[in-house]
């Protein structure tokens, strides 16, 4: 028997879109990072990080896959960002070809099924089970996996350590297999959509996360004003915004040593994903309420 040429052979290329989703902390813009090769997207140990779509592009001989990560969804709204932040979770599961839905090895629970049934019966879902190098006894995956799959009909079900690589290249070409053939989207080299404004106000935001105590990075904002291209030099100039005067002096730190701690380390993060040398000036400002307010929250550039 013999085939005839291009009978059930697969397309040359595809090309989509596909939206990670999943409750807070499980992964998602580890995973984004990890798949892209770089920190496009700020992560943290705390909850609710990520506020904004964040998009990744990947391109591979046989496919481009653009990736967008998205806030973690809670359904206890607690603040007009929240709500704006968890619009765009349901604006991202829309109009794409495949979503992966992640969530955490062995911890299942209620804000698990509100992310469940956001998701449209009509778009094909991997589900990734993130954080599986925490896993030490496998043997419970099994049953774990088998309890998720009475979920819905996944397309795959892909255990992954997004923080250590293991299992990512099987959950990419799972995607691959959902993206419809077609040429590439975008050009070969570029691996975002984001702004330099937009990357660098985030990699600054992802140092209040990480420097700073536990409620203050939820009152916390940031707005890039200028940026310039000096030679091959990038002069920003940004402003954090907090809610209260108390919050302020606590970012700013004693002798000014917090603030310059934050900087320097955001600094050192914008010129190696930019490539080259960053001058960087940061100011604190008192903005009352400021995550209740949508106007304030639009001109900070959240909401759609
Ligand atoms: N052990 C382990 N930790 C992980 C893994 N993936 C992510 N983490 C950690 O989990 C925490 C949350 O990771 P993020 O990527 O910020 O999670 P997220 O889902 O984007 O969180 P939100 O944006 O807040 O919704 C960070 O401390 C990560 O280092 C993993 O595969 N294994
Ligand atoms: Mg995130």
């Known amino acids: 028997m013999s085939l005839q040429p291009g009978h059930n052979a697969e397309p040359a290329h595809r090309a989509g879109y ?22 496009l997207s700020i992560t943290s140990r705390k909850p609710q990080t990520t506020r904004q779509r964040v998009t990744g ?7 481009q896959i653009v990736l967008v990560d998205t806030p973690g969804y809670q359904a206890e709204h607690r603040s007009a960002l929240n709500r704006m932040m968890n619009r765009s979770v349901t604006a991202s599961v829309q109009g794409v070809d495949a979503i992966v839905w992640m969530v955490e090895a062995l911890k299942l629970d209620e804000r698990d099924d ?11 879902v991997v589900l990734a089970i993130n954080k599986t190098d925490r896993t030490r006894d496998r043997k419970l995956l099994l049953p774990f996996i088998e309890r998720l799959s009475k979920l819905r009909g ?31 989207l975008y050009d070969a080299d570029e691996m975002t959509t984001e702004s330099e404004r937009f990357l660098a106000a985030e990699l600054l935001r992802e140092k209040l996360f990480r420097l700073l105590g536990d409620e203050l990075p939820y009152a916390a904002g940031v707005e890039i004003g200028e940026f310039k291209l000096d030679g091959g030099m990038r002069r920003i100039h940004a402003v954090i915004t907090v809610e209260r005067d108390a919050q302020k002096a ?11 701690a934050v900087a320097t380390l955001a600094r050192r993060d914008m010129e190696q994903l930019f490539g080259g040398k960053v001058f960087l000036e940061v100011w604190v400002k008192v903005r009352r309420g400021w995550t209740e307010n949508e106007a304030a929250l639009r001109r900070m550039g959240y909401g759609d």
């Not at 592009?57 to 496919?63: F, G, H, Q, V």
């Not at 690589?165 to 099987?170: A, N």
């Not at 606590?250 to 310059?260: D, S």
Request: charged share 20%.
């Open 114 to 124: 509100a992310v469940g049934k956001l998701l449209p019966r009509q778009i094909p």
């Open 250 to 260: 606590i970012v700013i730190g004693k002798r000014g040593e917090k603030l310059k």
């Open 57 to 63: 592009i990947i391109t591979r001989p046989d496919a």
């Open 154 to 184: 996944f397309a795959a079900i892909v255990p992954v350590s997004a923080a250590r690589g293991t299992q990512v290249g099987e959950l990419l070409d799972a995607l691959v297999a959902l993206l419809p053939p077609g040429p590439r």
């Open 18 to 39: 596909v939206a990670i989703v999943g409750k807070p902390n499980v992964g998602k813009s580890t995973l984004l990072n990890r798949i892209v090769g770089c920190k």
